[in-house]
């Protein structure tokens, strides 16, 4: 958390003008959830909406205003816990890295929602059913967020650990109280891990209780209007119920960022954390190849922090960014380990000489060399068995 941001909360709040203090909230709040701290973002947030008022909407077309404490959100009755809670997200889609062909489709759906009534009247529906797929911290969530900035909506981001009940039968009741609170709403209902209430019905190391869930599920699926739009995320769509799969009307993979996504997540971190910085980009874009966009965050946060302690943060060298990569993938290794051997065979691989590996790390030159000819063998004779 960036500590001039806090210190103009402070300040703003010294002042004693709410609408100040408002604004360094919101900054300080949009700042966490560029980093891809939404969790973060959404509790500063949230912190400050608890007892204010927020816009949300009976039926498309019919707004009104309403104190947030007005509607009491549903809860687990065993643990009072809430089961979802009100977003208000500030993220659009120009501050998501996505591949152009997934921006498309997904302009197209918030284009159809802003166009709802055009659509309905000439018999079509509007695409308001979702399932958003792919490896873990690739922006899944980060998107969802976006598509309710763009639409102007709220979004009801459901809280998975509130949701599943050790109780019998109390996960059904949950999903039932969710939907129908949602159900006169214009607002997006966001169920994120959705595989936790959406598995197939036919793994036979599944109780019959979890099978019911997903019946239940797919019950309020199928009742649910049309001015609510259900976003769904998961890592492991591999284990949706294929009836699940069908209730959905598009379904879009996040996957692993591509060169010019890498290059967008650097650039923009980097312009945040480092703006005089003079850093060759494509070298950046080269080493982070198969992270996500959550690792490259992180990544780009640990060069920032290595560059302004050791006072190089204009000058940011190819040696820096390869201090900075192997630095982020050591700290669970020591140099004997066989993975710290693996990071150092793909920084060779993403063209980084042995001299330089030898520099950083202290290993002479022929023991890196020795120890990736003597994997590769390993590796081949494995094949050969």
């Known amino acids: 958390m960036k500590s001039n941001l806090v210190i103009n909360l402070i ?8 609408s100040k203090f408002k604004a ?13 701290n939404l969790p973060l973002s959404m509790a500063l947030k949230n912190a400050y909406d608890k007892d204010g008022f927020s816009t949300s909407s009976l039926a498309p077309g019919k707004t009104m205003f309403t104190s947030q404490s007005a509607y009491t959100l549903p809860q687990d009755k ?15 889609l120009k501050d998501v890295a996505l591949p152009s062909n997934t921006l498309e489709a997904i302009h197209q759906i918030i284009e159809e929602q802003k166009k709802a009534d055009s659509l309905i009247s000439r018999g079509i ?121 069908r209730r959905f009307e598009r379904t879009i993979l996040i996957d692993y960022p591509n060169d010019e996504q890498r290059r967008q997540l650097i650039e923009r971190n980097l312009s945040r954390l480092l703006p005089n910085s003079h850093m060759d980009i494509h070298q950046a874009v080269v080493l982070t190849k198969g992270m996500n966009g959550s690792d490259i965050v992180n990544f780009v946060e640990s060069l920032a922090k290595r ?38 065979k793909h920084l060779n691989d993403s063209g980084v000489s042995l001299r330089v590996l030898e520099e950083i790390t202290g290993i002479p030159k022929s023991t890196i060399s020795y120890q990736f000819k003597k994997r590769a063998d390993e590796k081949e004779n494995k094949k050969n068995e």
């Open 78 to 92: 065993d643990n009072g816990l809430e089961l979802l809670e009100i977003v208000h997200s500030t993220i659009s």
């Open 24 to 36: 360094a909230l919101d900054t300080l709040a949009d700042d966490e959830a560029k980093k891809g």
């Open 307 to 344: 560059a302004i302690l050791d006072g190089y943060e204009d000058d940011v060298s190819f040696k820096h960014l390869v201090e900075a990569w192997l630095g982020n993938r050591s700290l669970f290794a020591g140099k004997e380990h066989k993975e710290y051997m693996t990071a150092l």
């Open 125 to 245: 529906s509007p695409t308001n059913r979702l399932l958003l797929f792919g490896p873990p911290g690739c922006g899944k969530t980060i998107t969802a967020h976006a598509i309710g900035k763009e639409l102007g909506l709220d979004i009801a981001y459901v809280k998975l650990d509130g949701l599943v009940s050790s109780y019998l039968g109390q996960t059904g009741t949950n999903i039932r109280k969710i939907f129908d609170y949602v159900r006169n709403r214009r607002i997006i209902l966001f169920l994120d891990e959705f595989d936790a209430i959406a598995k197939k019905r036919d793994d036979s190391n599944e109780l019959g209780e979890l099978k019911r869930i997903v019946t239940t599920l797919l019950q309020n699926l199928d009742t649910l209007p049309s001015h609510v739009m259900l976003i769904a995320a998961t890592n492991h769509e591999q284990l949706l119920d294929a009836a699940v799969w």
């Open 11 to 18: 300040k703003a709040h010294c002042s004693g003008s709410e």
